[in-house]
Every structure is written in C-alpha cells, then in structure tokens.
T-cell receptor, first 116, second 113 residues
Framework: AQKVTQAQTEISVVEKEDVTLDCVYE???????LFWYKQPPSGELVFLIR??????QNEISGRYSWNFQKSTSSFNFTITASQVVDSAVYFC?????????????FGTGTQLKVEL | KAGVTQTPRYLIKTRGQQVTLSCSPI?????VSWYQQTPGQGLQFLFE???????NKGNFPGRFSGRQFSNSRSEMNVSTLELGDSALYLC????????????FGPGTRLTVT
C-alpha cells in the first residue's frame, strides 16, 4: 500500500519569508513518481513538479525548490521569499510506475497562508 | 493548447437522484482520471480510463461509474446520490500510455441536499 503524509496542516508566514512544506511517503515499489500540486481557492489543482525515484538531484525553479531524499522517503518543497500569491493548499502525491496506471495517492495537503 | 474542461462547474441535486459529470481532456491526451475531494477524506482516486477502457479503479461503491468516448472525453455517473457524495469532483488528463504528468480541470462542485 502507498501512503503520503503531510504532517503540517497549516503554515502561516509573513511575505518574503522562506517556507518549507514537508512530505513523507511510503511505498514498497523501487520505482515511482512523486508530485507536488498547488490548489488555489479556485479549486483547480496546478501541477508543479514530477520527480522520478531514480533522480535524487534537487531541483530549483525560480523561487521554488525541491529536496528529494530517498533514504528518508521525503520530498520537501521550499518557497523562497514567499508572496501573497503563494497562498494555497499544497499537495504532495505518489504514483506507481508500473501496474498502477495514472493513479495518484495524495497527502492531506498543507494550507499555506502568506500575509503582508 | 486548451486545458482540461469540466461541465457543469456547479450542481445541486437531491438525495436519491443521479448525476452525470463531463470531462474533456487536453487535445491529444488519451488518459482521463477522476478524483473526489472532500474535507473529511481529502483527494481520493475514483477511476482512470485510457483508450475507452477502464485501466484502474479506486475503492468506491458501484454507484460510481464512468466511461470514455472515442474522442477521449469522459463522463462519470453517480446513481442514487447520498449526502456524503457532496464533493469537488476533479478530472485529470494525461498523454501517452505510460505514467505521465496529470493536468487537472477546474472541477465540478456537487452538492447533494
């Protein structure tokens, strides 16, 4: 069985602060994909990143960066210099590579509030 | 390229009725997945269709069903609605036969009274 845990239910920061969203996952598969999605108040899930389990390189995209550590089964997401527009619910998700099709197992999400 | 579209965006139904939701994937995408999002259960996978065949199914009762047409558009149906079916129903499309990035539509907000 696969499981994704996002222990932080809600985080509040002041604009320009850095913030890290934690994600821990469980799977018996050796190959899998990890995802992060952003859900603004409008409800649509916005794709942010997909990472293959074989690729442990950290990735940076603008103010966003991701730290994947297979040894600790974690895939954390950092927003540098947060902005009010970053306020949303962020979901971490896991997908099997074989035999599972396109089935995402989501964490419970972290509500990020960025205030002025 | 147009994104994933879902219709209707909002729906109010009465307990016991049935409902059909529609999803049009991104042009060229052949995989369509459906998810239910509720405050209590979070985001849960319903089923996935690829080339008109159900490829994967989540743990939902038989009242939840779906289908996919030859143009990859998909519908999901919920019969004998219950209050607990009130949720945001999200559709996601993905290209190719293997695992891919899933792009979500805006969702259909279903309220059952």
């Amino acid at each position: 069985a696969q499981k994704v845990t996002q222990a932080q239910t809600e985080i509040s920061v002041v604009e320009k602060e850095d913030v890290t969203l934690d994600c821990v996952y469980e799977t018996r598969d050796t190959t899998y994909y990890l995802f992060w999605y952003k859900q603004p108040p409008s409800g649509e899930l916005v794709f942010l990143i997909r990472r293959n389990s074989f690729d442990e390189q950290n990735e940076i995209s603008g103010r966003y960066s991701w730290n994947f550590q297979k040894s600790t089964s974690s895939f954390n997401f950092t927003i540098t210099a947060s902005q009010v527009v970053d306020s949303a619910v962020y979901f971490c998700a896991l997908m099997r590579v074989t035999g599972g099709g396109n089935k995402l197992t989501f964490g419970t999400g972290t509500q990020l509030k960025v205030e002025l | 390229k147009a994104g994933v579209t879902q219709t209707p965006r909002y729906l109010i139904k009465t307990r016991g009725q049935q409902v059909t939701l529609s999803c049009s994937p991104i042009s060229g995408h052949r995989s369509v997945s459906w998810y239910q999002q509720t405050p209590g259960q979070g985001l849960q996978f319903l089923f996935e269709y690829f080339s008109e065949t159900q490829r994967n199914k989540g743990n939902f009762p038989g009242r939840f069903s779906g289908r996919q047409f030859s143009n990859s558009r998909s519908e999901m149906n919920v019969s004998t609605l219950e209050l607990g079916d009130s949720a945001l129903y999200l559709c996601a499309s993905s290209g190719g036969q293997g695992v891919g990035e899933q792009y979500f539509g805006p969702g259909t907000r279903l309220t059952v009274t």
